[in-house]
C-alpha cells in the first residue's frame, strides 16, 4: 500500500493577509505618534514664555529659578524647550532619552537632561545636557 498524498493545496494570500495588517498597524502607529507630537507642540506654544528683561532676553523661568549664563545666550527654541520641561515634568519624566545619558550621566527619563530634581520633584539645578 502507498500512503496517499493530500490533495489539499496550500490556502493562498495568508502571507498577503499578513503583511496587510502589518502595515495597517504601522499606519496607525505612524498617526498616533503625529497626533502625538502634534499636540505636545501645540501645549508648548500655548507656554507662557520665560521672565524678560527690558531687552527681551531670558533671565528666570518659572518653578526652576534664574538661568544660568550658559542658557541665557541660548537660542529662543533651546530656553523655550527647558521653559517647558520645566512645567511638564510630570509629563517628560515618562520619556526615555536614547542617547546613552542613562549610563554615563545617570539619567532615568528625558526630565533629566533639562533638570536635577529632588525626591519630590523640585528642580534643584539646571542640567546641561538637553542644550547640548
Known amino acids: 500500500m502507498s500512503a ?8 493562498r494570500g495568508s502571507g498577503s493577509s499578513q503583511w ?3 502595515l495597517a498597524g504601522a499606519l496607525v502607529l505612524v498617526v498616533l505618534v503625529g497626533a502625538g507630537a502634534f499636540g505636545l507642540s501645540r501645549m508648548k506654544a500655548k507656554q507662557e514664555p520665560a521672565t524678560q ?4 532676553n531670558p533671565t528666570h523661568i518659572e518653578g526652576a529659578g534664574p538661568m544660568p549664563q550658559w542658557l541665557t545666550s541660548a537660542p529662543t527654541a533651546v530656553v523655550a524647550d527647558y521653559t517647558w520641561a520645566a ?10 532619552c536614547f542617547c546613552g545619558c542613562n549610563q554615563s550621566a545617570g539619567h532615568v527619563s528625558n526630565s533629566d537632561c533639562y533638570y536635577a530634581r529632588d525626591g519630590k520633584g523640585t528642580i534643584t539645578a539646571y542640567d546641561r545636557h538637553a542644550y547640548g
Open 4 to 11: 496517499a498524498k493530500s490533495s489539499r493545496p496550500a490556502p
Open 20 to 22: 496587510k495588517v502589518f
Open 53 to 56: 528683561t527690558p531687552a527681551g
Open 87 to 96: 512645567a511638564h515634568h510630570n509629563e517628560l519624566q515618562y520619556f526615555p
